[in-house]
């Protein structure tokens, strides 16, 4: 078996293979890690680079309760508003999948 030239490519087709999306969850919680926070301030000149970093770290308790109020804010939409949803546009859904299965199952393969 041979290896594709770039590494990245399927071998059915030859096109490059997309990275896995990382979940909002994952990027939220990546980003209470104080290594993440302090990551910011990267490609900045040494001095310029340093104050970055030193205002990070005292914004840092400030950012945790930010981060941990938009994991709430995500969590109470998937319990409250997309059930609703779901239900709202399940005749739509049953609809596709009756009359239109090809387009219906396009639809539902994640991207």
Do not use: H
């Not at 071998?11 to 290594?35: C, H, I, Y």
């Not at 302090?38 to 970055?52: S, T």
């Not at 941990?68 to 609809?95: E, H, I, N």
Request: positive net charge.
């Amino acid at each position: 078996m041979t290896e594709p030239a770039s590494g990245a490519e399927s071998e059915d087709d030859g096109e490059p293979l997309a990275a896995p999306k990382r979940s909002t969850w994952r990027v939220l919680a990546g980003g209470l890690s104080p290594r993440s926070v302090w990551a910011m301030a990267g490609g900045y000149p040494v001095v310029l680079k340093q104050f970055i970093q030193f205002c990070l770290i005292l914004v840092y308790p400030a950012w945790v309760v930010g981060v941990l109020a938009a994991m709430a804010v995500y969590g109470l939409f998937y319990v409250t508003v997309y059930p609703v949803l779901w239900v709202l546009f399940w005749p739509m859904r049953a609809w596709m999948k009756k009359n239109r299965p090809e387009e219906y199952a396009q639809s539902q393969r994640k991207k």
